[in-house]
C-alpha cells in the first residue's frame, strides 16, 4: 500500500523534474541574462553559465532516475537511502536559498512573476518532503 503511494509520488516528482528543466528555458530571458552577464567578465559569465548547465542538468538526472529508477529508489538499500536524502537535502537548501540569500530587489514585478515563484516554491516544498519521506521509508531496514 505505502509502497504503490510511494511509487505514484516519486514517478509524478521524476515528470515535475523534468517539466522543471524545460521550464527553466525561459528564466535567461525574464531575468535578461544576455543583457546582465554583457556587464561581467568573461570568466565570471562562463562560470555563471557552467553553474547554471550543471543545476540544469542536475535536475533532469533526478527527474529521470525517478521516472526509470523509481523502484531502486524504493527499494530500502543504503543507496537508495542516500540518494533519496540527498535528493531532499538539495531541495531543502534551495528553499533556504530562495528565502535567506536571493536579494529579490531587482527581481521582476507583477502577479505573473508572483505566481511563478510561489509555484517554484511550492514545487521545491514538495519535492523536498516527498524525497525525505522516502528516505525514512528506505531506513526501515535499519
Known amino acids: 500500500m505505502i509502497f504503490n503511494f510511494l511509487h505514484t509520488l516519486i514517478f509524478i516528482c521524476g515528470i515535475l523534474h523534468i517539466a522543471l528543466a524545460i521550464g527553466s528555458s525561459i528564466i535567461p530571458k525574464v531575468l535578461n541574462w544576455k543583457v546582465e552577464l554583457a ?3 568573461p570568466l565570471i559569465r562562463q562560470m555563471f553559465w557552467t553553474y547554471a548547465a550543471y543545476i540544469l542538468v542536475i535536475n533532469v538526472c533526478f527527474g529521470l532516475v525517478s521516472i526509470f529508477g523509481v523502484d531502486e529508489l524504493l527499494n530500502q538499500s543504503f543507496l537508495a537511502s542516500c540518494v533519496t536524502l ?26 505573473f512573476f508572483t505566481l511563478g515563484e510561489v509555484a517554484l516554491v511550492v514545487l521545491f516544498i514538495v519535492f ?4 525525505f519521506i522516502v528516505f525514512l521509508y528506505n531506513i526501515t531496514w535499519i
Open 39 to 41: 556587464k561581467v567578465k
Open 86 to 111: 540527498f535528493i531532499s537535502l538539495y531541495w531543502l537548501t534551495r528553499i533556504g536559498i530562495q528565502f535567506f540569500y536571493f536579494d529579490k530587489t531587482d527581481a521582476p514585478k507583477g502577479l
Open 128 to 131: 523536498a518532503a516527498v524525497y
